[in-house]
């Protein structure tokens, strides 16, 4: 009997299932937030100046976070961690949200289906994000949050603005740019 082209699966639940999960979801992290998009075009040095006017950083802003969104939503949350290292509980809050964004949005292979609807990553970003904050904020640490969420929000902002746009070759910028 041939098993060409199938997934091998172990029979036993016992450790060595273990093990094949965790080396298929190490693979998959280090796939997941190593594939999205290049850190090195994200921060190529040549690629940023001053936008001329309003309006140009605001396209730029708009194209770049379209095309960055999942290298912005790792520095945000990076930020937050770095705010909490010295609160606990609010440390523990983080991480189990974390492997909630690590499931729901970092490693998923196919769309998101809740009662036969695809659900847009945009909308999965934004309610992660609130529920994060929100948890956070019931952890008592809401000065360290608020603080690390609008530092996030800066260097998002800075980069966003500041980075041109003509070396991105994405469908989605490129709609978003000539939309604008």
């Known amino acids: 009997m041939t ?21 298929r979801a190490k693979e998959r992290v280090i796939e997941g937030l190593g594939d999205r998009r290049p850190w090195k075009l994200m921060f ?21 976070v379209a095309y960055f969104r999942m290298n912005y939503a790792i520095i945000v949350l990076l930020i937050l961690f770095l705010s909490l290292l010295w609160h606990p509980i609010s440390l523990i ?62 260097v998002v902002l800075v980069h966003a603005s500041f980075r041109r746009t003509d070396d991105l070759d994405d469908e989605e910028s490129a709609g978003l740019m000539s939309s604008s």
């Open 3 to 23: 098993t060409y082209g199938t997934i091998p699966t172990s029979s036993s639940p016992g450790p060595s299932s273990n093990m094949e999960y965790l080396s």
């Open 44 to 64: 190529n040095i040549r690629s940023f100046n001053f936008p001329g006017n309003l309006s140009e950083a605001i396209s730029r802003g708009r194209s770049n």
């Open 93 to 154: 809050v983080f991480v189990a949200m974390m492997a909630a964004w690590l499931v729901l949005y970092f490693l998923r292979d196919e769309p998101l289906v809740i009662f036969r609807r695809t659900i847009d990553d945009r909308v999965i970003l934004m309610v992660l994000g609130v529920l994060t904050v929100v948890f956070l904020l019931l952890t008592d640490a809401t000065p360290n949050i608020l603080w690390s969420l609008l530092v996030g929000a800066a």
